[in-house]
Each structure stands twice: as C-alpha cells, then as structure tokens.
C-alpha cells in the first residue's frame, strides 16, 4: 500500500501533502496543548515500533504471509493523534533513511496509512468496544474490526488516488502518464488483496496485541489510566461554535465532487475494447475531456468557467481536503459523545 | 510460504534491513562528490530532480536524468552492483509486474493482437508502461543517493533549517535512534523462540507467537519511552530543544544547487507536454 | 538535619500504580560522602535515586537537597530547576535510555546546550570531557554501534560534562566487562575525598569497600541498616536477610553445611 515516487502525477502529490499537513497539524497542536513533553519519547519510541512491525511475516490462514502496519494499535493506544504522528514519523524514516517508499508520496502514504487508517480505527474501537470493561472479549473483537476496516479504508483512498491518475494526467494521444489503470481496475485490484489478505494481517496483529495487553498491562488499554498516553486520548474536545460551520463545509467539500463524479462519467471512461481511440492530439481537446468529467452533468445555462479545467483541479482537492475533515470531525463527535455521556472509553 | 516459517524469515528481513542501514552509514562518509555537499542543497537539489522527472512527459527526458542519477552516484562512490540490488532490480520486480497488465488494459492503438483478437497490446499501453517504469527507478534512484549519502543527523539538521517543527525533528531522531534499539529485541526475542521450537509450527501459532512479541515489544517501547523521558529532564530537558547549528554554504555548494536547478528547469521544459 | 547535608529523605513514601516502592524511607547522606545503596532488585534503590534526582516526588514524607525541599513547585522554578540539574546528576542503569541523540557528540552536549551555554564554550567542554572520558575517537559515532562498555562511558561524560557536585549511579558495573568495570570503579575512587558527593546503587557486593564510605541497606522499600562496608559485610545475617547473598549448601560426607556464600568470591573458606 505504500505508493512509490512515480506513481502520482505532482499535483496529486501535493493535494496529498496538504491533507496529510492538515492531519499533521491538527494532531501536534493536540500534543502541544496536552502540555506533556512526555508524549514526545513515547510517539518516538511507538514510531520505532510501528517500524519493526511492518517488518514481522504474519501467517495467515490459506497459507499466504503478509504484513501489519500497526496503525490501528497505535490508534486504540495512543489515539489518534498520537497514532497519526508515530505512523508519519514511522513512514518518514522509511523513505529517507531506509530510502524505501517514496518522498514525493511521502504526503499520500502518510494521508492514506498515518491519517485514515488511524482515524478509522478509532472511531471504530471506540464505537464497537463501547462500555465494555476492558478485559473482555468485544474489545478484542472491536479491535480486530478496526484493524480490519482501517487498512481496508486507507487501501480504498489508494486506490481512489491511483485510479484517477488517468482520468486527469494522460497526454494528447491518451497515454495515462503515472498509474495506468482507471477506477474501474485500480479499485478492485487493490481492494481484493488488502479485503482478503492484508486487512486480516492488521486485524490479527491488533487484536493479538489488545488479547495480550489484557492480561500483561490493561492500564494501556485504558483512556482512565495515568499514562501520557491516556491522556491523548482522553482529552475531551472542548465544544466550538463555529463547528457546524465547519462541519457543513466538509460535507459540501466531499460531496459535490462526489457528487458529480457518480454522474456516471468517470465509471465507464476506459473501454476494454482495442477499437476506442482518441482522434484528435491537440491539447484543448484532452483539457476539454478533463473538464468534461467533473462539469459533464452541469446543465447548458451554467457559466463558462465551470467546465473549465481548473475547476476540475480544485474539486478533486476539495474532495480529498472535505473527506480528511469530514472523517476527523465524525471521530470528534465520537469522543463527545462518549465524554459527555460518562462512559468508560 | 517457505518452510523456514514467518519467523525464521522475520528475523532475515530485521537484519537485512539492519545491515543495509549501517552499510549505508559507511557510503555516507566515503570521500565522494555528493558527500561533500551541504545536506541542504543535496536536499533541495536532489529532490528538484525527482520533481523533473515526475513532470516530464518524455520518456527520453527520463532516462536522461536517470543517467545523470548514476552519473552522481559514481562520482560519489555508490556503485554500479550497489545501486542495482539496492533499487533497480527491487524496483523492475514491483513495478514491472504492476505495469504489465497495462500493456493490455490501456485503450488506444493496437499495434499487437491476440490470434482470436481478444486481447490487444496498444502502443498507448507500451508507453505508459516504460514512463511508469523509467520514472519510478529515476525517482529511486536519486533519493536512494540522498539517504545513502547524507548521515542521518545532517538529513535531521537541513529539516530543521527548512523550518520542520522541533518536535517533530526530535521524534525523528529519537524514532531512528530506537528502531535499532528495538530490533534487537524482537530479533532476540524471535531467536529464543526459534531455538526452543521443534518441529513445524501450524500458522495460527506462528501467528501467536507474533502477536505475543508485538505485544511485549509494545510493553518494551512504552517502558523505554518513559523511562528516555526521565533521562532528558534529568538532563534539563523541559519540550524544546537547543541544537547546534553548523551548516556553512560554501561557493562550491552554491554552484551545486545552481546547477541542480538549472537541470531540473531544463528537464522540465524538454519535457513538456 | 546538618547544614551540611547533601540530602535528607524523611519517611518517604512511593508507590507505582498502587504498588508500594518506598515505605517509609529516611536517609541522610552528607557533602562529600561515597554512599552505597545496597539491595536486592526491587527494594527500591532506583526508585529511591530517581527520587532525588527529582524525576518523581514522594506521595508522603520529603526530600530535600541542601535545605531547599524537592517538590514539584520547586522545580517549576527557572532558576532553581537549572541549578538542581547542573548540580546533580544521574546515571541509568539502561544507557540506551541515556543515549537518544544521533552521535556521541550531541549526546554530551546536550546537557550543556540545555543549561543555555554558548555554542563555543559547548564545543571546547565536550571535547575536553570526551578526552578525559578516553572517547574522544568516538565522538561521530552513532549510538547503535556502541559497545555496551562505550555506551556506559559515553553515558557518564553526558552528564560529568556539567561538572555535577553529586552523582547518582544507578547500578553502574551492571552489563559491564572486568576491565570496564574497574576502569569504573577508578573513577568513582578519584572522586572520594573530594568535595563530589556520590550515591551508587549496586547489588555488587565486593566492590562496595572502595566505593564507598557508608553503606545503605534497603529492604523492601526502607533503609534498615546504614554502617561502614566492613561492618555490613560482616553481618551475615542481615545479609541474608535483606536478600543479598544466598545460603549455599554442601555436603561434606554426612555434613550438611550451610553458609552464606557470594557466588563472586574466588575464595572459598570455611572451618568444620
């Protein structure tokens, strides 16, 4: 699931590393504001072993091996801040020490695996686990659900990412110039691997790990124990009124391009038929294709510079920017939730 | 799955990985031309390639910096066997297998049909094929250059002179610092538990004895990670840090970053859409 | 309590998480003094030197360093803060835990740059410190390709660097060869008789009469014994008692004799 340099055109990349930035701020002010010093060698020291992890053979049953990422233990530890911090930092020291992923990816592997996988897992452990007491099987189960759905989900935006490539970055004679392989292929291909194989390797690690934790030191399982750990996670979100503002300019920011994508344009752009072939090489027609996918559903009377293709651009940023902020604010309505009701996280 | 079981080939990978890092330590501090940058402008330099590459339409742009990647890391004594099993080879295997399918899946012209003319080859498809390949091992191979040749505490210090938060360069470090650390362990841990097992372990308990290291190993880091924190207050550390600055541009390395960013804008010019 | 006392620890207690580490603990040690705390592992000596070390604070009873008590409030204060921690230092038992900068360089330096020096009077401080400690060769090295006899060394320049007036050793020969182990142990000689205080946690029994004036012995969270070394080694009984030694049993023809018996001791006499 870690994207090599190459694979994402460099505006992807940088709609990426603006995502991956807005996770990246929003969890060290978090940091910054728990006033614990004492978080920084704890992220470090669970970024080290996020690390190792990634490099532990897990046999899985029907004989294949794979690998975990341990994000999604790092979630239920840390919380989400805390997992996003320790997974980048994890990801970072991959790619420029280790030199092993890529650096101009280094925004989307960190969105996709630090940013969702962690936000996902959170929201769901704390969801299933609920109440549960702390040494009980449902915890171990709502682990081992969350691990499973935060790798699948962090999988599905690689996918999404890869398979827009070609819609958006091919050239005049249609040659897809970074990931070559639409929605249609891209989306399936990655989704049947990490459905059947990786997310069963997460899933087994975290709920391994929380299995174990139960009877070796339940107090980091614990938002209640007196760890700085707990304390991440524990900190409730102080209630902001300009939060429904912002909650509406998420949903807006992640549904309209949405939106318009499921027109039904995009879907059935690739043909498996050899005949298809472009007939025009000049530029403006492949820009006009661009714009065509976003705005195809834009009716006759609508002005000018909606079709145009920068209109295109800014809508995929939207859309990655809205789904970052619409996840992070769902999982913060979690907590309230969980905080103002008085009940054991 | 190889008979050697998933821990036997945990522990190869833990060591390979570890190995690879302290061979990489000894490139960095051979007398070469990269090595005698400034980690800023290698930095900059380096990565302004990669971005050349990444927007260039032409295949033939690509291959040129690719050879000018080699190009640098001859001169700064990375060689040829190096740079091939270390990413070229790594690269062909994963990409190639990823690029192949689209060879038949990318619509366009057909230039090779299957006998019942089901299946087409497009000329499309061979193009977006070698422009994935050749820009993947192009970007590899620079930023391979960059990690083999800048010891890891210079690559630290330029993120910090870019403006990279403390927290976040110290976390950096001190993650780096306990990888190592922390490997020992679990290839400690793994060894004994290799050693004291007869026979062929079943998948569900291999898979156990995984989970079980990673929860101790957990345990371990938590511990370490406290226990570091004790140490930097003893220290009078109290949240930020204070480091020494010693970076000095010389006129050489700013005739290398001039250099670097003259070919990367040509680069990105010659290969324009 | 003397004027001249380095410390004063009035029944101190301390507990993790519910699991009592510290009962009642009081101890004295004066300016100038080489003390040994000696105890089985988990009669709290390392508790008790993080203690006073200021790393964690007393659930009841006090601690005080020179007069001024060891609070957390006290230690919130600028001032007082840099003082305490440029005058007293502590060494890990663990030196991974003491070694979290990229090179041995940074690591020695870190302690000064924190205290706010100058970058030029830093540098000139490690080296001469790096020289003395006899690592100079080692001062780019990263700590991964350290020795374990090295990362102890470069453990102890970290904080000598300072030029602390008490160090606080925790187990400092553990893990360590006979050659570095002595080396050690000269250094610790050359600071007795002068004005450095130093308190070394050791369960290390025969190295206790040159390293130290006064012994402290700990058990189960109290000091219940403080003598010379001599005195304390020859209490058998208190030795056994307190967990350092065991009873070593042997049959001579239809004898059974039991003593007690430090495994280290080459020697090897009893009378029957």
Request: hydrophobic content about 50%.
């Amino acid at each position: 699931m870690h994207i090599p340099d190459g694979y994402l055109s460099p505006s992807t990349c940088a709609v990426m590393y603006t995502g991956a930035g807005v996770g990246w701020y929003a969890s060290l002010r978090r940091v910054r504001r728990t006033l614990n010093a004492r978080l920084i060698p704890l992220i470090s020291v669970f970024a080290a072993f996020c690390f190792i992890v990634m490099m532990f053979n897990l046999p899985l049953p029907g004989g294949t091996t794979s690998h975990a990422i341990g994000v999604s233990i790092a979630a239920i530890v840390l919380g989400p801040a805390g997992a996003i911090l320790a997974t980048s930092i994890a990801l970072a020291i991959q790619a420029l020490f280790f030199g092993d992923g890529g650096i101009t990816t280094l925004g989307a592997n960190c969105f996709n695996i630090a940013v969702v996988a962690s936000l996902v897992s959170y929201a769901c452990y704390r969801l299933i686990a609920s109440n549960a007491p702390l040494i009980s099987r449902r915890r171990v189960f709502a682990s081992a659900v969350a691990g499973y759905l935060a790798i699948n989900m962090a999988a599905l935006f690689t996918a999404v990412e890869f398979g827009l490539q070609p819609i958006f970055f091919h050239d005049p004679q249609g040659v897809p110039l970074y990931a070559p392989y639409s929605l249609r292929v891209a989306v399936p291909a990655m989704m049947l691997g990490h459905l059947a194989v990786a997310g069963l390797a997460e899933a087994a690690i975290t709920a391994g790990m929380v299995a174990f934790l139960q009877h070796a030191d339940p107090a980091l399982l614990s938002a209640a124990s007196g760890g700085a750990a707990a304390t991440l996670a524990a900190e409730p979100i102080r209630p902001n009124s300009l939060r429904r503002l912002w909650i509406t300019v998420a949903l807006l920011m992640f549904l309209a391009p949405l939106g318009i994508l499921a027109a039904g344009t995009a879907w059935g752009e690739w043909s498996l038929s050899g005949e298809t072939h472009y007939t025009s090489s000049s530029p403006s027609s492949a820009l006009h294709r661009l714009a065509t996918i976003w705005t195809a559903p834009m009716p006759a009377y609508a002005p000018p510079f909606v079709k145009s293709a920068s209109f295109g651009y800014l809508l995929s940023a939207m859309f990655g920017v809205g789904l970052m902020l619409a996840g992070s604010l769902l999982v913060q309505k979690l907590w309230k939730r969980r905080s103002t009701a008085g009940s054991t996280p | 799955m190889s008979r050697r079981g998933a821990i036997a080939s945990t522990l190869v990978g833990l060591s390979t990985a570890l190995g690879n890092a302290l061979v990489s330590e000894t490139i960095a501090r051979k007398p070469g031309w990269l090595q005698s940058l400034d980690p800023r402008v290698k930095l900059t330099g380096l990565l302004a390639l990669v971005l050349a590459a990444a927007l260039s339409h032409r295949i033939g742009v690509i291959l040129a910096l690719w050879l000018g990647a080699t190009l640098l890391g001859l001169l700064s004594r990375v060689s040829l066997p190096t740079l091939a099993t270390r990413v070229w080879l790594a690269v062909l295997l994963f990409t190639g297998v990823i690029a192949l399918p689209a060879l038949f899946l990318t619509p366009g012209t057909p230039v090779l049909s299957s006998p019942d003319g089901k299946l087409h080859i497009t000329e499309q498809g061979i193009v977006a094929a070698t422009l994935l390949i050749t820009r993947v091992e192009t970007a590899a191979t620079l930023t391979t250059l960059l990690a083999l040749t800048t010891p890891w505490m210079q690559i630290l210090k330029s993120l910090r002179s870019f403006g990279v938060p403390q927290e976040f360069v110290m976390m950096l470090n001190m993650t780096h610092r306990y990888i190592f650390v922390l490997a020992e362990s679990a290839s400690q841990m793994l060894e004994s538990r290799n050693s004291r097992t007869v026979g062929i372990l079943s998948s569900a308990a291999q898979r156990a004895i995984v989970a079980r290291t990673a929860g101790v190993l957990m345990g371990k880091s938590i511990e370490l990670g406290n226990d570091v924190y004790l140490a930097m207050q003893s220290r009078a550390f109290r949240g930020d840090t204070k480091l020494l600055t010693g970076f000095r541009m010389t006129s050489r390395d700013f005739l290398a970053l001039s250099g670097f960013l003259l070919i990367a804008m040509i680069a990105i010019w010659l290969g324009r859409a | 309590m003397s004027y001249t006392a380095v410390f004063a620890a009035h029944n101190v207690d301390f507990h993790y998480d519910q699991v009592p580490a510290l009962r009642q603990l009081s101890l004295t040690v004066q300016t100038g003094q080489c003390v040994a705390l000696v105890g089985a592992n988990g009669s709290g000596k390392s508790t008790l030197l993080r203690l006073l070390d200021g790393l964690c604070f007393p659930a009841a009873g006090s601690i005080s360093f020179h007069g001024e008590p060891l609070t957390a409030a006290n230690l919130a204060d600028n001032k007082f803060f840099l003082s305490f921690r440029r005058r007293v230092a502590l060494v890990f038992q663990n030196p991974d835990v003491q070694l979290f900068n990229p090179t041995v360089f940074d690591e020695v330096a870190f302690g000064p740059l924190q205290m706010g020096w100058n970058s030029a009077e830093v540098i000139s401080r490690v080296d001469a410190t790096l020289e003395m400690m006899g690592i100079a060769n080692l001062r780019d090295r990263p700590p991964y390709r350290l020795s374990g006899g090295e990362k102890k060394r470069v453990a102890l320049a970290s904080v000598i660097v300072l030029d602390p007036e008490v160090l606080l050793l925790d187990e400092p020969t553990a893990l360590l060869d006979p050659r570095s182990q002595s080396q050690l142990i000269d250094l610790i000689q050359n600071w007795r008789g002068t004005s450095k205080t130093v308190i070394t946690a050791t369960h290390h029994l025969e190295i206790l009469e040159d390293i130290a004036d006064r012994v402290a012995v700990l058990e189960q969270g109290s000091v219940t014994a403080v003598a010379s070394p001599q005195q304390i080694l020859s209490d058998s009984e208190l030795l056994l008692r307190a967990n350092l030694v065991h009873a070593h049993r042997h049959r001579h023809g239809d004898l059974i004799h039991s003593h007690p018996h430090l495994h280290s001791h080459s020697k090897h006499e009893h009378e029957h």
